[in-house]
């Protein structure tokens, strides 16, 4: 089997590398594909440009884009104008794959005021990239109505510790009013594109890919804080929370027979410090 995966950073490295290990062949389309790792073969590629030839064999395509920058116009080239150059490749390419997944963001439902939401609730995006997200998913499944969408929170991991960061610098605030924040830890993220790609013989349209247990920033702060053996930080005034205050159910992905690796931000965040080491105390 050939995986496309179409937009091989971060994340999808790493779920290419798990393709890899399965046995499959693995595509990588990214600028500089020179970066990719053994076991994935890289093609130069820019989504928002004339595509190379897609392989005859594409069997599973992964849509893992990202935004250079947290803009409008960047969000719109990735997402909305990739994916339509990325329908219309396979379209010149008369290949047909099984299975297309795109992953997206939970910031798609806005904010729900704390309450849960899952794969049914009410999307209403409220910031505009999260509007051009939601843009770019209806233009998926308008031409593709089988394909899937992974829905992603906040996404941690190596390399991705801003968190911490803010910790170690003390330029951490804790909020003063409460609000929910969700997470999902890079390698989580992965290993649910392989098995929503793979190990699922019928998917729903839409999966919401995040940890079993929402949490106040304010406690994953003080857990960093303590991992760390640093002071709790300062209280300060409350800031909008990225994506609005809800609460993610992954009951369906669960449903499925997917485990997390890392259940809640302790065994996550807990995996990274130590992964960092000494580098960071």
Request: proline share 7%; charged share 20%; with cysteine.
């Amino acid at each position: 089997m050939t995986v496309l995966i179409a937009g091989c950073g971060d994340l999808g490295t790493e779920a290419g590398l798990r393709f890899a290990a399965q046995g499959h062949r693995v595509v990588g389309w990214r600028r500089s594909p020179g970066n990719l790792p053994p076991g994935i073969e890289g093609v130069r590629a820019d989504l928002d440009t004339e595509l190379p030839p897609v392989p005859a064999d594409t069997d599973v395509v992964v849509i893992a884009t990202a935004a250079s920058e947290r803009t409008e116009d960047a969000y719109r080239r990735a997402y909305v104008s990739g994916t339509s150059n990325l329908l219309d490749a396979l379209a010149r390419d008369g290949v047909r794959p099984r299975r297309i997944l795109m992953v997206s963001s939970t910031a798609v439902y806005g904010d729900h005021g704390g309450a849960w939401v899952d794969e049914e609730s009410l999307v209403d995006p409220t910031e505009p990239t999260a509007r051009i997200l939601h843009e770019a998913e209806t233009l998926l499944l308008s031409r593709e109505s089988s394909a899937i969408l992974l829905r992603l929170s906040g996404i941690y991991g190596p390399g991705r510790t801003r968190l911490i960061d803010q910790v170690r610098t003390n330029k951490a605030v804790l909020p003063a009013t409460p609000r929910w924040t969700n997470r999902i830890h890079r390698d989580d993220a992965a290993a649910a594109i392989v098995h929503l790609s793979t190990a699922v013989p019928s998917p729903s349209r839409c999966y919401l890919g995040s940890d079993n247990e929402p949490a106040h920033l304010a406690d994953v702060l003080r857990f960093l804080a303590a991992e760390l053996g640093l002071p709790n930080p300062a209280s300060g005034a409350s800031a909008p929370t990225r994506g609005g205050d809800k609460r993610c159910s992954n009951a369906l992905l669960r449903s499925t027979g997917f485990d997390f690796a890392y259940p809640t931000f302790r065994e996550g965040y807990g995996a990274v410090l130590s992964g960092i080491g000494a580098r960071h105390r």
